[in-house]
C-alpha cells in the first residue's frame, strides 16, 4: 500500500511540476517562428552598418 500511494505522490509532484508546461501558449497556426529570428539578423546588420560607418566618420572629423 505504501508503494502505491509513493507513486500516486510522485505522478502528482511531477505533474504539478509540469503544468506550467502545458499552460502556454501554442503558436498560431501558420505562424512563422523564423521571421523574427530574421528580423533580428537583419536589425543587428544594419546596426553593424551604422556602427561602422558613424566610426568612420568619427576618424575624418579628427583628421580634420
Given at each position: 500500500m505504501k508503494k502505491v500511494l509513493t507513486l500516486l505522490f510522485t505522478f502528482a509532484l511531477a505533474f504539478s511540476l509540469a503544468m506550467p508546461v502545458f499552460a502556454q501558449?501554442?503558436?498560431?497556426?501558420?505562424?512563422?517562428?523564423a521571421a523574427p529570428k530574421a528580423e533580428k539578423k537583419e536589425k543587428k546588420a544594419k546596426k553593424a552598418k551604422k556602427s561602422k560607418k558613424e566610426k568612420k566618420e568619427a576618424k575624418t572629423d579628427e583628421m580634420k
Open positions: 501558449d501554442a503558436p498560431a497556426a501558420g505562424q512563422d517562428t
